[in-house]
T-cell receptor, first 114, second 110 residues
């Protein structure tokens, strides 16, 4: 059973460029969330996709956008990159259980903006 | 005020010791609580859910105090492999957004 996968593993971009990150959820999961984790901080919620729609969004500017495909995989796009966008970007897929939603994270994409 | 606050540590403990740390949350409507573990430069992994009555999973014990809005994690008989950052996570009922603390770093030394 494949877990959550993300690509690429690492990425280096220049300020002002655009980037697309990709995620495939764990088998059987239909909800994908994206998080940004800066060094020394906990992950911060960017947004969540369900049934190909953005269902919930965190406190991130419109430069951050996403998409979910019919096979539940997802993309995160960031336009006009800033140095502050350098972080680990984590994708998580969800399965609702009795104790509440549990999310399973992929290995992340480490983005460096120079 | 941050949604979830944790003592960053680090907690440096010898093998076999007991270590405990807390996390506080600000939203009294929070319904689900978790502890995640994150190894250096890796993804967070679910360690355990936290139930209202408290729960154990092997050497790990989690407690929830709704009145004071805090969660605790206790690790008994610490192993070298317990060295990690422990992330406190809170969410609202049926809300898939996870609110993370910044993490508590635990280092277990031989």
């Amino acid at each position: 059973d494949a877990g959550v996968t993300q690509s690429p593993t690492h990425l280096i971009k220049t300020r002002g460029q655009q980037v697309t990150l990709r995620c495939s959820p764990k088998s059987g999961h239909d909800t994908v969330s994206w998080y940004q984790q800066a060094l020394g901080q906990g992950p911060q919620f960017i947004f969540q996709y369900y049934e190909e729609e953005e269902r919930q969004r965190g406190n991130f500017p419109d430069r951050f956008s996403g998409h979910q495909f019919p096979n539940y995989s997802s993309e995160l796009n960031v336009n006009a990159l800033l140095l502050g966008d350098s972080a680990l970007y984590l994708c998580a897929s969800s399965l609702l259980r009795e104790s509440g939603p549990e999310q399973y994270f992929g290995p992340g994409t480490r983005l460096t903006v120079t | 005020r941050k949604e979830v606050e944790q003592d960053p540590g680090p907690f440096n403990v010898p093998e076999g010791a007991t270590v405990a740390f807390n996390c506080t949350y600000s939203n009294s409507a929070s319904q689900s609580f978790f502890w995640y573990r994150q190894d250096c430069r890796k993804e967070p992994k679910l360690l355990m859910s936290v139930y209202s009555s408290g729960n154990e999973d092997g050497r790990f014990t989690a407690q929830l105090n709704r009145a004071s809005q805090y969660i605790s994690l206790l690790i008994r008989d610490s192993k070298l492999s317990d060295s990690a950052t422990y992330l406190c996570v809170v969410t609202l009922f049926n809300d898939y957004k996870l609110s993370f603390g910044a993490g508590t770093t635990v280092t277990v030394r031989a």
